[in-house]
């Protein structure tokens, strides 16, 4: 399991930005259907859109059995994803006081191939829950050809900004 001191965070500069309850961080990766995972290979950085479910623990999304974000999380199973709801701009007099609307998850975990059949069922019916209440058998033949993948988080963030009232400012000054 990854450390926490391996995960590359400081405090946040603009405290009143930094979402802290867990409740909201985890209503935000409920919202949306799009994660964006990176992942890294011998230091090239990959950042792909997937699809995504969501179990209150880990996180789950489905894939061809080969392809470059297979290859990399079989030689590297660290990742980073984000998760981001309710963007937008916020409008200022000024051009460079444009600000992002947003409410955002940044989090860090390990990937592993998700390799029992129950479980597996599990994961795809959280992702296709996002899309639709119908509730689908998977054909064995199909199933045993998606190749499920499990982040088990080791840490989590979250920032909003611009939406509902806004929090007292509070800047950390950069050491």
């Known amino acids: 399991m990854t450390s926490l001191a391996d995960i590359p965070s400081r405090p946040m500069r603009r ?3 930094e979402i802290t309850d867990r409740a909201e961080i985890d209503a935000i990766v409920g919202a949306d259907r799009v994660m964006h995972l990176a992942l890294a290979s011998n230091d090239v950085p990959f950042l792909v859109p997937v699809f995504y479910g969501y179990d209150g623990t880990s996180l789950y999304f489905h894939s061809a059995s080969a392809g470059t974000k297979i290859a990399i999380l079989k030689e590297n199973n660290r990742v980073c994803f ?3 709801v309710d963007q937008g701009v916020v409008v200022a007099e000024e051009p460079c006081d ?3 609307r947003h ?3 940044i989090g860090f975990g390990r990937a592993s191939f998700v390799t029992d059949e129950a479980e597996k ?3 795809l019916d959280l992702i296709v829950k996002k899309f639709t209440d119908t509730r689908f058998d998977y054909p064995k033949g199909k199933l045993s050809i998606t190749t499920v993948v499990r982040i088990d988080i080791d840490g ?3 920032k909003s900004y611009g939406i509902g009232e806004p929090r007292p400012e509070e800047t950390v000054e950069e050491e």
């Open 15 to 17: 405290r009143s930005r």
């Open 82 to 84: 984000e998760i981001s």
């Open 98 to 100: 444009f600000e992002a």
């Open 103 to 105: 409410r955002t998850v």
């Open 121 to 123: 069922v599990r994961a």
């Open 156 to 158: 989590i963030k979250g």
